[in-house]
């Protein structure tokens, strides 16, 4: 079956065509399913069509002209025994004008609509054929691909596999007897049949919305190699060594005393979780998700000390410079009056320090005077080199890229052993997609909130009522107490036609003669952003205008209101990230999220669920429901979001039972756990290791 591919592209060229859509042996074309069908299987009078309908016709040419106005373009009239049709080519060949010449008879597929001369179709599927010339008996399956690989050429190869007597024998149902009576499944064998060569009597809904029994065949199947694949390497996790860190409950109980404040029962509950898997000699990987604000800080900060009063050295490592030094700022705070006593220090390494400051830190760190590493990418980098790394702090792992986090795990090798590696999140993970995703990791969750933190207040505006928000603004600071004005970019798009920081900070520095504002974006030299940070932490300046570099960590107690520009155009995580920035003190706070009709569907829909919701966990349920895992999770990030055609949400009930027969599957034969793998996933499983 291999042979078929390289029996009919010889070429390297050809070959990594069908390598783009994960194509290297014929049995991935045999799993390799259509996006969507096309019914060419029937023809309809041109006077029977209807406006938005999909359809197919066929025609004589009866006119052929190019016209100029508004736009040059290529008009067809095409017409049969009940009435005449208009089809537009805005994009056209010099050669399809002499290939649609008047006379000819085209056949077309395509969206019927209401033009300026009447009914039209635009870009349609098309072809000249003659007359009487048979249709197809199936449904035409569209597939994935890309560029310089075509459908026909897809379809041929897979229709020769499919007339082989023994592809079967290649792609046998492996799944046992008593799994698909227990689920009611469908024969792989007819599933793939079905799926490749489906009779136009077929109901098209179960085709596109995949619900079709053949669809939930193959969706189960995906699923239950995902979850086999998750499970296994939380297996084999178990199976690799981590240096012990047992609580001895020194360093962190003389933290907890040296607090103003107390941790709340989702906190304890988190930290001895955290605690018991740090005792274990195998590698913890654990998740820690919270809503922004809930106190995730200070329990990774405990973590990191159950490691280093045993001896072992902690990375936190964070997305961003200014996360880095208040992260730094903060732990300082904390922990310099028991690092000092035992001559441990703390150090912040990221890439725009002075080369002074980066030296000294990387030395520390090397020597293992340095017992906790706070920085961003820069720790995993080659210069970096710990001693004796038992624990690596992740924070908005999401942020991160797969080969990013695999680095700074791979810093402990110089001992031999796995460190530990917790991953923290401010967006929260809707059950479904952490029973997909995450199923690998244990899950701690902090699902309430400190006292003292203060409740946002929401509301829209239109940018029509932009004096009213600056006065808002004015009277605020005027008060004494700080805002964030947030932008989206730094400076002019031609294509983002939106206001910028830049313009933003010479309009209000305009406006506002007796306030101090300052800036903040990821262009600024890293001294001069810390720098301006500081001066805002410390209240030196009153207004802040700022592009999303403030997303996370960003704590300023004082800050109490917050505008959002172009808030239509940032996504649920990022818009509740920015509005976490504020409510850390005492005043009631509020952010206005500033909006540029029209608004799109989806914009409004975003727009209406953020001024609704302040809880995350709920915010990030209707954000996975509107962008879909992949988006959700960035691709990216995850390596790849491995689901092809399943869809955790509205495949619920066949994600749940794809966990119960994993489960199954690994008690009871072990091998054939290994062979749906390798079927389904070829190789994608290994992101699951991060």
Not at 194 to 221: C, G, M, V, Y
Not at 347 to 353: D, I, P
Not at 466 to 476: H, L, P, Q, T
Not at 601 to 629: M, S, Y
Request: aromatic share 6%; with cysteine; hydrophobic share 40%.
């Amino acid at each position: 079956m291999h042979s078929l591919i390289t029996d009919n592209f010889t070429t390297k060229a050809a070959q990594e065509k069908f390598s783009k859509i994960g194509i290297s042996h014929g049995i991935d074309l045999l799993l390799h399913f259509p996006l969507r069908y096309e019914d060419e299987t029937h023809l309809y009078p041109i006077d029977s069509l209807s406006e938005g309908t999909i359809i197919q016709i066929e025609g004589i040419i009866i006119r052929n002209t190019v016209m100029y106005r508004p736009k040059r373009q290529l008009v067809l009239k095409i017409k049969d025994d009940s009435g005449s049709i208009f089809v537009r080519f805005i994009n056209f060949y010099s050669s399809q004008i002499k290939t649609y010449a008047v006379g000819k008879r085209l056949r077309l597929l395509g969206e019927v609509r209401l033009g300026v001369f009447g009914a039209e179709m635009v870009h349609p599927k098309c072809r000249v054929v003659r007359e009487g010339e048979l249709l197809p008996d199936l449904l035409t399956p569209v597939y994935p691909t890309t560029a310089g690989l075509s459908q026909r050429t897809i379809r041929k190869l897979i229709q020769k596999i499919l007339i082989c007597s023994d592809w079967e024998h290649n792609l046998p149902e492996i799944l046992p007897k008593e799994i698909l009576k227990n689920y009611q499944l469908q024969g792989l064998k007819e599933s793939v049949m079905f799926l490749h060569q489906p009779s136009p009597n077929t109901a098209t809904q179960s085709l596109h919305e995949r619900t079709h029994p053949a669809w939930q065949r193959i969706k189960f199947d995906e699923l239950l190699a995902q979850q086999l694949s998750m499970r296994l390497h939380y297996q084999q996790r178990r199976s690799h060594t981590a240096p012990a860190l047992p609580a001895k409950n020194k360093l962190t109980k003389a933290l907890l005393e040296s607090l103003s404040f107390s941790l709340t029962r989702a906190q304890k509950e988190a930290f001895s979780e955290i605690s018991k898997d740090l005792s274990a000699a195998y590698p913890m990987q654990r998740l820690l998700q919270g809503d922004v604000g809930s106190g995730k800080t200070i329990v990774a900060t405990l973590a990191a000390l159950q490691a280093i009063e045993n001896g072992y050295q902690v990375a936190i490592m964070v997305p961003t410079e200014i996360l880095a030094e208040q992260h730094y700022q903060k732990l300082s705070g904390w922990l310099e009056p028991i690092f000092l006593s035992l001559g441990m220090t703390i150090v912040c390494l990221f890439g725009n320090q002075k080369k002074s400051q980066r030296k000294a830190a990387l030395i520390a760190i090397a020597k293992g005077n340095a017992m906790l590493s706070i920085g961003t990418h820069a720790l995993f980098q080659e210069q970096a080199e710990f001693n004796n790394l038992g624990l690596a702090i992740i924070d908005e792992q999401h942020r991160f890229g797969v080969n990013q986090r695999l680095a700074l795990r791979a810093k402990s090798a110089k001992i031999n052993l796995t460190p530990h590696q917790l991953a923290m999140s401010a967006t929260p993970i809707p059950r479904t997609l952490a029973m997909s995703y995450y199923a690998d990791l244990d899950v701690s969750v902090i699902n309430e909130l400190p006292p003292g933190r203060t409740q946002i207040t929401t509301k829209l505006f239109s940018n029509t009522r932009r004096e009213e928000v600056i006065s808002r603004i004015k009277e605020a600071c005027d008060e004494g107490k700080q805002a964030y004005w947030v932008c989206p970019l730094i400076e002019e798009s031609e294509t983002l036609q939106l206001r910028t920081a830049l313009e933003t900070y010479a309009t209000l520095s305009l406006i506002f003669t007796n306030l101090r504002i300052g800036i903040v974006h990821g262009r600024l030299p890293s001294q001069e952003k810390l720098a301006v940070m500081e001066l805002f932490r410390q209240g030196d300046i009153q207004l802040l205008i700022a592009t999303t570099v403030i997303e996370v960590g960003v704590d300023v107690p004082n800050a109490s209101i917050m505008v959002i520009e172009h808030a239509e155009r940032m996504g649920l995580s990022q818009l509740h990230q920015l509005r976490g920035r504020i409510g850390r003190g005492i005043d009631a706070s509020i952010c206005i999220l500033l909006y540029q009709k029209p608004l799109s569907i989806t914009a409004k829909e975003r727009l209406k669920i953020i001024f609704e919701n302040t809880n995350g966990f709920e915010i990030a349920r209707h954000d996975l429901r509107l962008r879909g895992p992949g988006e959700f999770l960035g691709a990216r990030q995850s390596g790849e979001t491995m689901l092809r055609f399943a869809d955790t949400e509205r495949d619920e009930n066949l994600l749940n039972n794809a966990c119960d027969a994993a489960e199954k599957i690994l008690c009871n034969d072990p091998d054939l756990a290994k062979n749906h793998i390798r079927r389904w996933l070829k190789g994608k499983g290994e992101y699951l290791q991060v």
